[in-house]
């Protein structure tokens, strides 16, 4: 764990708290999750205050007094979290020339391997955690890198980031990641294919049977083998159920007194003038630079409803981190979606509705709140941690080695990809075709900001809403036309298994896998990333459940695993 800078520490004085209290009387005091195995359901219980208040033990207490002893429990529960250890995949010390990390911004030579010195600039800055330390960093170009001060940061809600972990990402050489890195050459080939027309395209047979024959792939299967109805979806069941895209991005939605129908600018796709990025080796060296501008995309004059990987790309590219997910619970509100059957205001209370605790401007803000925790949860394990390299850089790996210009390591699987031989056979090179002109982002990969934030929205949503309702008691459900100018009814049989909680997990596949579908990301990114997510936000949800006045019991709602928990 990276030390707290010195200019950021206070001494402590007048200690309320007795030195001496033992850790048995603390847990006495703040209560222990019990499970509920009856009914199969995780409890988290509430904070002492919060109990003692329901029984009116507090009544003589004061204000201010109450105030600091929640803020108190509250610290005192969180600092009695195990600090986990953060385990790496070990690349930064296997290879000297760091052909395993992000290095993107900083100096590279001619085959994309970066200056060893300017490396060790960034080490240095990250191990101090010096502010000035982080403007002496040897830079490639101008483009800077994005906050690897936000990792160092506290939060006063919920578990300090430094404290929750992620496991190691896939190493360069394993089968993981070759894996992985089949499934975004694929994707970058799928990119103007529509999602409903995966079962007819004739291509994608065979990425399904690439996928699907990969010693080491993590993505969904029916009977073992990636079929079109799984390609390229999410990890929980609700991802598998209905139309690609969620629900939530693609119904007409009501801001306050505005009504907005949900088109989206997308990019033009390739055979109507669009275009794919970094696939020659001089702009795929200048973004590895950092050497901007690298230029715009090409939109489409009409804007439409999300039809495939490359409409999901351009909303992925500049949308506003929390957008999907308080789109969604703008739409749930609008349409009386149910509450939590544990909300206080869930059809219980004869002369009182929710509202700054319990009703909609609580729900609202909080989805923005958690988004911000949940980028310094996971930009602590990009810079600090992993420093896991990107699928551009990664592309690289796969030219050079192909072209023998270089030996690096890779698994072979990667190596003799029939995806890999197809974008060569495209565009004469081996580099991973983007569709953002600057290629990723100027931060590692691992974990993925989208991802964790919508990991943490997600959750958000689900613990306000009754995330077992069917949606379609709710609404039709519906996809794009082929053109994306307008919705259709979804024929397919599985309509009726399509649920609040299932959509929300969607929405969270959508955005996270729509960054795999721009060649920005992994997959292991995305679906360990929602878990950190999902972990933040029932870290605040706990710290905010000793604040209420109501009668409380907690959230009741199925995590991203599939267990169901109490918070």
Same mark, same amino acid.
């Given at each position: 764990?990276?030390?707290?800078?010195?200019?950021?520490?206070?001494?402590?004085?007048?200690?309320?708290?007795?030195?001496? &209290?033992?850790? %048995?009387?603390?847990?006495?005091?703040?209560?222990?999750?019990?499970?509920?195995?009856?009914?199969?359901?995780?409890?988290?219980?509430?904070?002492?205050?919060?109990?003692?208040?329901?029984?009116?033990?507090?009544?003589?207490? *004061?204000?201010?007094?109450?105030?600091? &002893?929640?803020? %108190?429990? !509250?610290?005192?529960?969180?600092?009695?979290?195990? *600090?986990?250890?953060?385990?790496?995949?070990?690349?930064?010390?296997?290879?000297?020339?760091?052909?395993?990390?992000?290095?993107?911004?900083?100096?590279?030579?001619?085959?994309?391997?970066?200056?060893?010195?300017?490396?060790?600039?960034?080490?240095?800055?990250?191990?101090?955690?010096?502010?000035?330390?982080?403007?002496?960093?040897?830079?490639? =170009?101008?483009?800077?890198?994005?906050?690897?001060?936000?990792?160092?940061?506290?939060?006063?809600?919920?578990?300090?980031?430094?404290?929750?972990?992620?496991?190691?990402?896939?190493?360069?050489?394993?089968?993981?990641?070759?894996? &992985?890195?089949?499934?975004?050459?694929?994707?970058?080939?799928?990119?103007?294919?529509?999602?409903?027309?995966?079962?007819?395209?004739?291509?994608?047979?065979?990425?399904?049977?690439?996928? *699907?024959?990969?010693?080491? $792939?993590?993505?969904?299967?029916?009977?073992?083998?990636?079929?079109?109805?799984?390609?390229?979806?999410?990890?929980?069941?609700?991802?598998?159920? =209905?139309?690609?895209?969620?629900?939530?991005?693609?119904?007409?939605?009501?801001?306050?007194?505005?009504?907005?129908?949900?088109?989206?600018?997308?990019?033009?796709?390739?055979?109507?003038?669009?275009?794919?990025? +970094? #696939?020659?080796?001089?702009?795929?060296?200048?973004?590895?630079? =950092?050497?901007?501008?690298? @230029?715009?995309? #090409?939109?489409?004059?009409?804007?439409?409803?999300?039809?495939?990987?490359? /409409?999901?790309?351009?909303?992925?590219?500049?949308?506003?981190?929390?957008?999907?997910? $308080?789109?969604?619970?703008?739409?749930?509100?609008?349409?009386?979606?149910?509450?939590?059957?544990?909300?206080?205001?869930?059809?219980?209370?004869?002369?009182?509705?929710?509202?700054?605790?319990? @009703?909609?401007?609580?729900?609202?803000?909080?989805?923005?709140?958690?988004?911000?925790?949940?980028?310094? !949860?996971?930009?602590?394990?990009?810079?600090?941690?992993?420093?896991?390299?990107?699928?551009?850089?990664?592309?690289?790996?796969?030219?050079?080695?192909?072209?023998?210009?270089?030996?690096?390591?890779?698994?072979?699987?990667?190596?003799?990809? /029939?995806?890999?031989? %197809?974008?060569?056979?495209?565009? @004469?090179?081996?580099? +991973?075709?983007?569709?953002?002109?600057?290629?990723?982002?100027?931060?590692?990969?691992?974990?993925?900001?989208?991802?964790?934030?919508?990991?943490?929205?997600?959750?958000?949503?689900?613990?306000?809403?009754?995330?077992?309702?069917?949606?379609?008691?709710?609404?039709?459900?519906?996809?794009?036309?082929?053109?994306?100018?307008?919705?259709?009814?979804?024929?397919?049989?599985?309509?009726?298994?399509?649920?609040?909680? @299932?959509?929300?997990?969607?929405?969270?596949?959508?955005?996270? #896998?729509?960054?795999?579908?721009?060649?920005?990301?992994?997959?292991?990114?995305?679906?360990?990333?929602?878990?950190?997510?999902?972990?933040?936000?029932?870290?605040?949800?706990?710290?905010? %459940?000793?604040?209420?006045?109501?009668? $409380?019991?907690?959230?009741?709602?199925?995590? $991203?695993?599939?267990?169901?928990?109490?918070?």
């Amino acid at each position: 764990m990276s030390p707290i800078p010195a200019h950021k520490i206070t001494p402590v004085q007048n200690r309320d708290t007795p030195a001496d &209290e033992s850790r %048995r009387d603390f847990f006495a005091k703040v209560g222990v999750a019990a499970a509920a195995a009856a009914v199969g359901v995780m409890v988290i219980e509430a904070p002492a205050a919060a109990q003692e208040r329901d029984a009116g033990a507090s009544s003589s207490i *004061s204000r201010v007094q109450q105030s600091f &002893e929640i803020r %108190r429990n !509250a610290a005192l529960r969180e600092r009695n979290i195990p *600090s986990p250890p953060h385990p790496t995949n070990g690349d930064e010390a296997r290879y000297p020339n760091k052909i395993g990390n992000y290095s993107k911004g900083l100096p590279h030579n001619a085959i994309g391997e970066v200056d060893a010195a300017a490396y060790q600039s960034l080490l240095h800055a990250l191990s101090t955690a010096a502010p000035d330390d982080f403007e002496n960093i040897t830079m490639g =170009g101008t483009v800077p890198l994005v906050d690897p001060q936000s990792g160092f940061a506290f939060d006063l809600e919920g578990t300090d980031c430094h404290q929750l972990a992620i496991p190691p990402a896939p190493a360069l050489a394993s089968a993981q990641r070759a894996g &992985e890195a089949v499934e975004n050459y694929w994707m970058a080939l799928l990119r103007d294919v529509n999602f409903t027309d995966y079962a007819s395209d004739p291509l994608v047979p065979a990425a399904c049977a690439e996928l *699907s024959k990969l010693s080491h $792939f993590v993505g969904p299967k029916v009977n073992g083998k990636v079929t079109p109805a799984t390609l390229f979806r999410g990890f929980t069941p609700g991802d598998l159920a =209905g139309p690609y895209v969620s629900q939530f991005l693609l119904k007409t939605v009501e801001f306050g007194a505005v009504t907005v129908p949900q088109f989206y600018n997308c990019y033009l796709p390739l055979n109507a003038g669009g275009k794919d990025y +970094l #696939i020659d080796a001089a702009s795929w060296h200048a973004a590895m630079n =950092g050497a901007g501008p690298f @230029g715009k995309n #090409i939109l489409d004059s009409t804007p439409r409803h999300m039809r495939n990987g490359r /409409d999901l790309s351009a909303y992925v590219h500049i949308d506003v981190l929390f957008e999907a997910y $308080f789109i969604a619970c703008l739409w749930l509100a609008d349409n009386h979606a149910p509450l939590n059957p544990g909300n206080p205001y869930a059809n219980k209370s004869r002369n009182q509705v929710g509202f700054g605790t319990f @009703g909609f401007p609580h729900l609202k803000a909080l989805v923005a709140e958690v988004a911000t925790r949940a980028l310094k !949860a996971v930009w602590h394990q990009k810079w600090s941690v992993h420093r896991a390299l990107r699928p551009e850089e990664f592309g690289g790996r796969v030219h050079y080695t192909k072209t023998g210009a270089a030996n690096y390591p890779l698994h072979h699987e990667i190596l003799a990809s /029939d995806a890999v031989s %197809r974008v060569f056979a495209r565009n @004469g090179t081996y580099f +991973l075709p983007h569709a953002f002109p600057e290629g990723c982002p100027q931060h590692p990969a691992y974990g993925a900001g989208h991802a964790t934030v919508a990991g943490a929205c997600a959750t958000i949503v689900k613990a306000f809403f009754d995330d077992k309702v069917p949606l379609a008691s709710l609404t039709q459900i519906e996809q794009p036309s082929d053109d994306g100018l307008s919705l259709v009814p979804y024929a397919g049989s599985d309509a009726g298994q399509i649920t609040v909680g @299932g959509e929300m997990n969607k929405i969270a596949a959508n955005v996270g #896998i729509g960054r795999n579908h721009a060649g920005v990301h992994w997959r292991s990114d995305y679906q360990e990333s929602v878990l950190l997510g999902e972990k933040i936000a029932i870290s605040i949800l706990s710290d905010q %459940r000793a604040t209420y006045n109501e009668k $409380f019991d907690g959230f009741t709602f199925t995590k $991203f695993d599939g267990t169901r928990i109490t918070v």
